[in-house]
């Protein structure tokens, strides 16, 4: 640290009251019998993976309860700390949580601090430096189950760094303004997915506009969806020139199939084998069985640990080969509008290219590109994400030691074509969500690099917030 900057104990700067640094309650005074729909929310590791507590996902205790393990309770403005697990885990509980009070589970320890000594922010940005995890996690123990040995007593025991509050206050203003943009861009990319996952919903699987048209038609409804029906009648209908024309591109009476029951009049079930024009299969192979090495840059090689939730995650853990080893491997390029997609457990984990990128397909992953003739990749991304799609790659899985799907069982699933006009009209709207989603996620990666660089930098008091200023307006 610069040497105009003391350093303190935690001990020092937790708030003067009684139980401010407290363990989680031992597991016998919790059990899955106490957990209910709804009360106060139990923190546990999974929501523990950023900067702040994750509101969601949460088991639930009754106030009574709760009562019991007022020790355990935390905050707003409270660091929880995982000493047990997953060890170096540090979140904080944001002014702005959902709730009000917490209780931490057995394997986490909560700090309150003395805000006319410390800003809490401060401390939890410390913890997500280099240093700051080595302080914590200096008396861990590997033997058997990670555990930070007699965690309330270390935790009290790190030293932290301590400018001037004002000092402190303008680092954590700063970072968090970049943390803060990373989630809007997080919250504004779950907005369109559930925006897009609603309007494929609504086209494709619960079929609105064909009820529409029928109701208008004055055409019978099968009974099976009669109450959707009763539904539409009391939605006010758009009858803007847009909709009336996309609502020409949908038949209106339904014919029954055996495959799916009742389903649009004229649009067809086909199998994947019929919809796609290739399948680049690289399940369970990588470079490294071919006797290639890895390379410092060149094309990025993804592998299913790499997609998750209809996303490219872990960037960190992407390796790269040579032009040789991408040719030698990818004898069919990956293009725009192809669905990539694992192939073992956890099966049918999906992300969408938007635009070409030379990925090297690594292990357990299937590329699926779709003719454009009776399919649109877009459309196969999502309808593999329905209730149909999902259950037709779990039933057509196999194994007890991997869990999978061969490239003959998924050329077999089923798919419903609906004419390629619709298709092309849903894929104009997709796209918009699809790159949107795109940009944020760039722009995130970019933020997120920044501020990882100027992090250390600010908590060590290495570069001060004017030389950030100017850093941020280099970049």
Known sequence: MV?????CKIDDLKAPVKGSIAMGPFGSRIKAENFVTAGIPIIKGGQLHGAYVLDSDFDFLTPEKAEELKSSQAYRGDLVITHRGTIGQVSIIPHDSLYEKYVVSQSQLKVSFDTNKINPYFVNYFFRTHIGQHRLLANASQVGVPAISKASTSVKAIMVPCPRLEEQNRVVDYLKALDDKIELNRQMNKTLEAMAQALFKSWFVDFDPVIDNALAAGNSIPDELFERAEQRKTIKQNNSEENQAICSLFPDDFEFSEELGWIPKGWNIKTISDVTSEIIDHRGKTPKKLGGDWSESGYPAISAKNIKNNKLVRPDTIRFVDKEMYEKWMKTP??????????????GELYYLNSKVDYLLSQRLYGIRADKVNCTGSYLFYWLQTEIGSAALQNRATGTTVFGIKQSELRKI????PSLKLLEKFETFSKRYLEKMDANDLSTTELSKLRDILLPKLISGEIRIPDATRLVEDV
């Open 3 to 7: 040497n105009d900057w003391n350093e």
């Open 334 to 347: 990956l293009e725009a509008g192809d669905v990539l997609m694992t192939s073992e457990a956890p099966l």
């Open 414 to 417: 089923g798919v419903l074509c």
